[in-house]
Nanobody, 125 residues
Framework: QVQLVESGGGLVQAESSLRLSCAAS????????LGWFRQAPGKEREFVAT????????DYSDSAKGRFTISRGNAQNTVYLQMNSLNPEDTAIYYC??????????????????WGQGTQVTVSS
C-alpha cells in the first residue's frame, strides 16, 4: 500500500503562486510514476502533470505548460507542484496520485491506483 498526503492549497489572488506538496509513505519503492490531477465543481477530474518516480520523465497538460512545474524534493518521497501565474480557472481540488503499474497512459486518471485526499486551491480575480 501507498499513502499520499497533499498540502499547500489555499486562497490566493490571480497572478499569485502556490506550491503544492505530496508526501508519499508506505511501499514507495513500488511507485512508478506520480501525477497531479484537479477537479473543479461540476467538471471531470483532469490531468495536470506527471513525473516518473526516478525523475526521468515529465509531462504537463496544455493548461499547465509554462506555468506549473512538477519536481521531486530532496526528501525523496515528496513531489511538488509549483504553480505560477494562477488564474481563477485554476480553482479546483488538486489530487496527488501514484501508480505502481508499468504500463498505462500517465495522463489518464485510470492509470493510477493510489490517491490522496486532495487539497483545495481557490484563485480569486
Amino acid at each position: 500500500q501507498v499513502q499520499l498526503v497533499e498540502s499547500g492549497g489555499g486562497l490566493v489572488q490571480a497572478e499569485s503562486s502556490l506550491r503544492l506538496s505530496c508526501a508519499a509513505s508506505g511501499r514507495t519503492f513500488s511507485i512508478v510514476s506520480l501525477g497531479w490531477f484537479r477537479q473543479a465543481p461540476g467538471k471531470e477530474r483532469e490531468f495536470v502533470a506527471t513525473i516518473r518516480w526516478n525523475g526521468s520523465y515529465l509531462d504537463y497538460s496544455d493548461s499547465a505548460k509554462g506555468r506549473f512545474t512538477i519536481s521531486r524534493g530532496n526528501a525523496q518521497n515528496t513531489v511538488y507542484l509549483q504553480m505560477n501565474s494562477l488564474n481563477p480557472e485554476d480553482t479546483a481540488i488538486y489530487y496527488c496520485a501514484a501508480t505502481t503499474n508499468i504500463s498505462g497512459r500517465r495522463s489518464y486518471a485510470s492509470s493510477y491506483n493510489y490517491w490522496g485526499q486532495g487539497t483545495q486551491v481557490t484563485v480569486s480575480s
